[in-house]
């Protein structure tokens, strides 16, 4: 994936009206819990080799299993077939902070790195917010 030319407003605003107003509701929240950090579209293809649209929330170094390292988001925001996904690359204590503390935020189905839902009614976004700040805390 990269960084897309493309402005994050403008791609908020072409999403389709049953999910735009929880994207809204979101990227609102990520953002202001990450403020001071780049807010970017990512898009391309993604582990799987799905195509992709990501807002990317701040930026960490990360090294792959073959040693290279990639810059990457520490928090991203995606609109995927049947929900939405919340993706969050910090770790704490050696676990992903989403799969640390996922169950605590509602209604979410949890991934390793990942939060996914059918809409913003699902999840606390309060505790989101909080889970997102400590995201921006460990990788600074």
């Given at each position: ?108 189905k949890v991934g390793k790195s990942s939060l996914g ?24």
């Amino acid at each position: 994936m990269e960084k897309a030319t493309r402005d994050v407003d403008e791609y908020i605003a072409s999403l389709p009206d049953d999910v735009r107003a929880d994207i809204e509701v979101l990227d609102g929240a990520l953002a202001r819990a990450m403020d001071g950090h780049e807010r970017v579209l990512y898009e391309g293809r993604l582990w799987g080799g799905s195509r992709q649209e990501i807002i990317g929330y701040g930026t960490m170094e990360n090294t792959r299993s073959d040693g290279t390292t990639v810059t990457w988001f520490t928090v991203g925001l995606a609109v995927q077939k049947n929900h939405l996904s919340v993706y969050i690359n910090a770790v704490e204590d050696r676990l992903y902070l989403s799969e640390k503390y996922g169950a605590k935020l509602g209604t979410v189905k949890v991934g390793k790195s990942s939060l996914g839902f059918k809409s913003v009614d699902d999840i606390d976004v309060g505790a989101l917010v909080e889970l997102v700040e400590l995201a921006r805390e460990l990788t600074g």
